[in-house]
């Protein structure tokens, strides 16, 4: 019978055990979202840093008119409208320095709309 108890007793702390780090592997899984404005002719935050191999998703909006954003070397781009967000997911696999451009004409200043993103280890 106390065998049977001791059993009973592992065989829930094993249940336990593999419940909770399960858990714990869903919750680190989640993306990292950050929020990136657009507005005549920047972004906002102008510059991101990011770990490799972390899932993140740029939640892309707009203030005034419609506006893009590219990564060339990333194989990413996005068109979003005012009123109207568009999300980018990426888990960036190389370290380095990424400059996204506005991929919607959007006036004389759109050549110099860029945001940058910062890859580190």
């Known amino acids: 019978m106390k065998k049977r108890l001791m059993l009973l007793a592992l065989s829930a702390a094993i249940l336990l055990t593999a419940i909770l780090l399960d858990r714990s592997t869903v919750a680190q899984a989640s993306p990292r979202r950050i929020e990136v404005t657009a507005s005549k002719f920047s972004f906002s935050p102008g510059e991101i840093t990011l770990k490799k191999g972390q899932p993140v998703v740029l939640v892309l909006t707009s203030t005034d008119a419609a506006h893009g954003l590219k990564f060339s070397e990333l194989n990413l781009n996005a068109k979003f409208q005012k009123g109207k967000p568009a999300e980018m997911s990426l888990t960036p696999d190389k ?27």
């Open 95 to 121: 370290t380095g320095d990424f400059v996204g451009h506005c991929s919607v004409f959007c006036g004389s200043g759109h050549g110099s709309m860029v945001l940058k993103l910062h890859v580190v280890e």
